[in-house]
């Protein structure tokens, strides 16, 4: 190949490369964000119904106790999005409800730590203290699997009571859904090479060789070889 090919050739793949990096760090990006809006929306929506249940003792249509029954009956039964849930925590990390492992419910929950030694419900209690809630990032057990998996949880206080509501989905998908699109994404990039190389080749010896005939013939002729013809034009 000629260095001018090879040039664009180089040229092209780092193109190529950069448009596919900027390709993937923006679906990871969106993916996630799709994944915090979820899980901030389930938890809104939890807290207007807590509010709702507030309300309720406030007026002195209840006592406090039945609305925080009401409440828990609700976070009980709630699920969403391939059966995850909400679960409800103190501002001491103790387990107020967890629907689906009630042997922590009254337990403390700074005893719960992940696989990375991240404790994840005093974690959670930590993210909720800001004024907007807070997400954290974290390695959970996933029913029907093997291992951990990649989990995002989000945390919000609801300061009438002093709860802290949280819930977390698994991003596993997010990485599958990456590494797919990389690898469709280096095919194609492959697949461009390949043709741009092709196309450069062939215009490559359509061009060079007429011209090395020629020049050879030119240097003939200058050492007096007037035998020489050719039939590049």
């Known amino acids: 190949l000629s260095a001018k090919l090879r ?3 180089v040229m092209t793949a780092f193109a190529l490369g950069g448009l596919a990096i900027f390709d993937l ?3 990871r990006s969106a993916l996630v964000d799709e994944k ?4 901030r929306q389930v938890v809104d929506m939890t807290r207007s119904t807590f509010q709702h249940y507030n309300q309720l003792a406030t007026s002195g249509q209840i006592t406090v106790d039945e609305a925080q029954a009401r409440a828990t009956e609700f976070i009980q039964n709630a699920r969403y999005a391939d059966n995850n849930y909400v679960f409800v925590l103190g501002l001491d990390t103790k387990v ?4 689906i492992q009630p042997k922590l419910n009254g337990q403390n929950g700074k005893q719960v730590i992940d696989v990375n030694g991240v404790a994840v419900l005093d974690e959670m ?4 203290r800001h004024p907007e809630g807070g997400f954290l990032n974290y390695e959970w057990n996933k029913p029907g699997n093997d291992g951990v ?4 949880g989000y945390a919000a206080t609801f300061k009438p009571w002093g709860w802290v509501i949280t819930t977390g989905v698994y991003i596993d998908d997010v990485d ?3 590494w797919q699109t990389a690898i469709n994404d280096i095919a194609v990039a492959l697949g461009m090479l390949l043709l741009i190389g092709a196309a450069g ?3 490559d010896r359509s061009t060079t060789r007429p011209l090395i005939t020629i020049t050879e013939a030119l240097d003939r002729l200058a050492q007096g070889d007037t035998s020489v013809t050719t039939d590049e034009t």
Do not use: C, D, G, R
């Not at 915090?36 to 899980?39: D, E, F, G």
């Not at 209690?125 to 909720?128: D, G, Q, S, T």
């Not at 998996?149 to 995002?152: D, G, Q, R, S």
């Open 176 to 178: 599958a859904i990456f």
């Open 36 to 39: 915090k809006a979820n899980v």
């Open 149 to 152: 998996f990649p989990k995002l």
């Open 96 to 99: 107020i409800l967890h629907p």
């Open 7 to 9: 040039m664009v050739l």
């Open 125 to 128: 209690v930590k993210a909720a």
């Open 201 to 203: 080749l062939a215009i």
């Open 25 to 27: 760090v923006t679906l």
